[in-house]
């Protein structure tokens, strides 16, 4: 691998550290490379918090080789105010003749602003390094700045027979179709993501509480489609664990396109990731409005006579996992 690619690899994986913490801010790593040797790196920890590229300059015991050093990072340093001062000051400050980027940031304050600051003051530029890794690392942040829209992720277990639950049950709690390290697996997903969205049958036949007890992690955002107001507020989504957004006819107009002016209110709301986890309608729903980028789909070991059908979707790319005796789906909607 070339060492450009091998320094931008490793911003990708520090990076990777901030997954679920970050909101509203993207995933970025840094590191700091003299002599061919890495001497700092970094990576945004939670918005508010110093970026990756001054986390990866503080981590630099010998400030006297900046100077003579290269600053790698998997996004373009921001060149404008927020809640910390821009990172392309802190590079130019610290006289880092040489800055290798993974990809652009597509945010309008940034947007090419921060690579333009720094070769107006004389820097050596190096752009679209491991570009495409880059740039499925900040899927989320990317998709919500290019298409108005969080991301959406579908996520649903089917029996054998294609069911996601059963015509009847005794109690109001999950059927569950999958292992304990599937569900576990769910659990890890939660916390990666900004919201998580039922519709009121789930919340009904169900009870569930949308949250990250089996992963150590943040609980979502829950959103919940309450059309008429039929979910008590005795049910577990209205505890105290996590913030809970209830969609019902007094805030909302539920005739025609409603994955769209679910979208619409998402994006409102700053929510750039959203894990869709049912029942059947609402995610048809977004299936049929092709509003989704993928679909977690697992198949468990049980059998159900009769029940609820799937929901049906179309794809062009699918990777395949197995999870003990449970095998796990992942649907793309891109080429």
């Known amino acids: 691998m ?71 990072v998997s996004l373009e340093p921001c060149s404008h105010f927020g809640k910390t001062p821009p990172c392309c000051d802190l590079i130019i400050a610290n006289a880092i003749p040489n800055v290798v980027i993974g990809t652009i940031d597509p945010f309008a304050k940034v947007a090419g602003n921060g690579i333009k600051k720094l070769i107006e003051a004389g820097k050596n530029v190096t752009i679209g390094i491991l570009e495409e890794e880059c740039n499925e690392l900040n899927k989320r942040f ?27 049950k005794e109690n109001q709690k999950p059927v569950w179709i999958t292992n304990e390290y599937s569900r576990q697996l769910v659990h890890k997903w939660r916390s990666e993501e900004q919201a998580i969205l039922v519709g009121t049958n789930t919340v009904i036949d169900d009870n569930p509480s949308l949250t990250t007890r089996d992963w150590t992690g943040n609980n979502p955002i829950r959103i919940v489609l309450d059309q008429n107001n039929r979910i ?47 029942g059947r309608q609402t995610l048809q729903t977004f299936i049929d409005e092709n509003l989704w980028d993928e679909a977690r789909v697992f198949k468990g070991r049980i059998n159900f006579k009769n029940g609820t059908k799937a929901p049906k979707i179309n794809f062009k790319n699918i990777k395949r996992q197995q999870i003990l005796e449970d095998e796990l789906l992942i649907f793309f909607n891109h080429d």
């Open 232 to 278: 008590s507020k005795e049910n577990l989504i209205f505890d105290n664990q996590a913030k809970t957004i209830s969609i019902s006819n007094d805030n909302f107009n539920f005739t025609n396109n409603l994955g769209q002016k679910i979208t619409d209110l998402l994006f409102y709301e700053e929510i750039q990731s959203i894990i869709i986890e049912g």
């Open 2 to 72: 070339k060492t450009h690619e091998t320094y931008i690899k490793r911003c990708i994986e520090l990076a990777k550290n901030g997954l679920g913490t970050t909101y509203p801010n993207p995933l970025v790593g840094s590191v700091i490379v003299y002599n061919n040797e890495i001497i700092g790196e970094g990576w945004h920890r939670k918005a508010g918090e110093p970026h990756a590229e001054v986390n990866a300059i503080n981590s630099v015991k010998d400030k006297s080789l900046l100077n003579k050093s290269t600053i790698y």
């Open 142 to 168: 990317f998709t919500f700045h290019t298409k108005k829209r969080p991301y959406i992720i579908l996520k649903w277990a089917e029996s054998q027979g294609g069911f996601i639950a059963p015509s009847s």
